[in-house]
């Protein structure tokens, strides 16, 4: 079964500018969890979503905003960039559900460096 | 609200030493715990988990943790290190009910020969 993916693997962007993030979950998995990583701060809880709907937030300004599609996969968006954006994002999946057994599965992230 | 605790920034062991890297949460219930690991530029790949019943738990590439309820513990545990373990070790929390994980800091195991 293949793992959770993610795309672009590295990126750099201009500050002010925006930028989307892909992430395609295992096979049947219908949790997508987004976390943001950094030296200072360690892994943080961005968002959750959970059959198209965010179920979960984590303490983020509304630049960051995400969405998950029918077949599961998530876009993550962060609008007017800053540097302290610059970051690993790493995305989870999960089945998700009340039988879930809760275990996140992690893509390999996306190297974001705002410039 | 959840928090979880590493306090070992750094450890440094010998190849074939045993292990052992701490972890202290609270929590108001019994949580859902977790040892992530991650080497470098590389995600996380999760390593062990406890959710209830026995408190000795086994998990991949040899690791076990141990759950202490007493002592708000979740120590994961390894009787002898392979050059390959050496990476960064993360201990996370996950309440009944709910995806978001919190983690700690981290421990960055560095393995010497």
């Known amino acids: 079964k293949a793992g959770v993916t993610q795309t672009p693997r590295y990126l750099i962007k201009t500050r002010g500018q925006q930028v989307t993030l892909s992430c395609s979950p295992i096979s049947g998995h219908r949790s997508v969890s987004w976390y943001q990583q950094t030296p200072g701060q360690g892994l943080q809880f961005l968002f959750e979503y959970f059959s198209e709907t965010q179920r979960n937030k984590g303490n983020f300004p509304g630049r960051f905003s995400g969405r998950q599609f029918s077949n599961s996969r998530s876009e993550m968006n962060v609008s007017t960039l800053e540097l302290g954006d610059s970051a690993l994002y790493l995305c989870?999946?999960?089945?998700?559900?009340?039988?879930?057994?809760?275990?996140?599965?992690f893509g390999p992230g996306t190297r974001l460096t705002v410039t | 609200a959840q928090s979880v605790t590493q306090p070992d920034i750094h450890i440094t062991v010998s190849e074939g030493a045993s292990l052992e890297l701490r972890c202290n949460y609270s929590?108001?219930?019994?949580?859902?715990l977790f040892w992530y690991v991650q080497s470098p530029g590389q995600g996380l790949q999760l390593l062990l988990k406890y959710f209830s019943g026995d408190t000795l738990v086994q998990g991949i590439k040899g690791f076990e943790a141990e759950f202490k309820r007493s002592q708000s513990s979740f120590n994961l545990r390894k009787p002898s290190v392979h050059w390959s373990d050496a990476a960064e070790y993360f201990c996370?929390?996950?309440?009944?009910?709910?995806?978001?994980?919190?983690f700690g800091t981290g421990t960055r195991l560095t393995i010497i020969p």
């Open positions: 929590y108001g219930a019994t949580p859902y």
């Open positions: 996370a929390v996950g309440p009944f009910g709910n995806e978001k994980l919190t």
């Open positions: 989870a999946s999960s089945l998700g559900g009340l039988t879930s057994s809760y275990e996140q599965y």
